[in-house]
């Protein structure tokens, strides 16, 4: 099958990664591990085959491990590569690493991919819709939200897009706000979508665990 250039560079980055894969309940998680030193867990829906989670941590520092740094999930939950790390340290401390503590009042942005597009969630905005102003500065590769209170600004990159080498289309922004909580939606190119289902393609060809806890609650029907 013929693989666009735009996003070679990411599925061939994504091949060299030592991988494990295991299924735990209705999702498959996956850890990689790269030549470079970066590591990345994903999370993805056995429903749909859409990644829920997403998350890196960069190399190894003089002092202690780095903290993971979350790409894409609703909440910060814990992701776990599971048993099949093969006991080692860099695998299997990952769900004490992954905890983020959250101002009850401060905004909180979120983000998930779906089916069709991208969103972010923002919570504890309690402006009118009529405040905020969402705009694709194509020149930094980001969505920039500011609102004419100057009371909040924040640049939100995509790196689903750059990974693809597309630029941001205004066209693709959609926004609305609801209980306090404004929602951006960017609708998903098509080049976007097939990069995505390339990425299924290679992982599906890496051996997957089962979580034999689940597996066994299951069987008891617990």
């Known amino acids: 099958m013929f693989v666009s250039m735009s996003y070679e560079n990411w599925l061939n980055y994504l091949r060299s990664a030592e991988k494990h894969s295991m299924i735990s309940g ?8 790269f030549p470079d ?7 993805y829906s056995m429903e749909t085959g859409i990644v829920q989670k997403r998350a890196w941590r960069k190399c ?16 910060p939950r814990q992701i776990n590569q599971g ?24 905004p909180v942005l979120t983000k998930r991919i779906t089916k069709k597009n991208i969103e972010w969630r923002i ?22 939200l500011r609102t004419t209170n100057k009371k909040y600004y924040k640049v939100i990159h995509v790196p689903e897009l750059d990974r693809c080498g597309l630029l941001l289309t205004q066209a ?8 306090n909580t404004l929602v951006i939606t960017y609708s998903k190119p098509q080049l976007l979508n097939e990069m ?8 599906k060809e890496v051996e997957t665990e089962t979580d034999m806890e689940d597996l ?7």
Not at 37 to 43: D, F, I, R, W
Not at 60 to 72: A, C, D, R, T
Not at 91 to 99: R, V, Y
Not at 196 to 203: F, T
Request: net charge negative; hydrophobic share 35%.
């Open 37 to 43: 030193g970066k590591q990345m867990a994903e999370e």
């Open 60 to 75: 190894k520092q003089l002092m202690g491990e780095p903290e993971w740094e979350i790409e894409l999930g609703e909440t």
């Open 172 to 179: 693709n922004i959609s926004t609305h706000l609801q209980y």
């Open 196 to 203: 995505e289902a390339q990425v299924l393609l290679l992982l």
């Open 83 to 106: 048993a099949g790390g093969g006991g080692d340290a860099d695998n299997s401390t990952m769900t004490n690493d992954f905890t983020l503590l959250e101002s009850n009042s401060a």
């Open 26 to 33: 209705r999702c498959r998680k996956v850890f990689y591990k």
């Open 216 to 222: 066994l609650q299951g069987l008891l029907g617990k």
């Open 123 to 144: 919570r504890n905005l309690p402006y009118p819709i009529d405040v905020y102003q969402v705009s694709a500065d194509t020149e930094n590769r980001a969505i920039v």
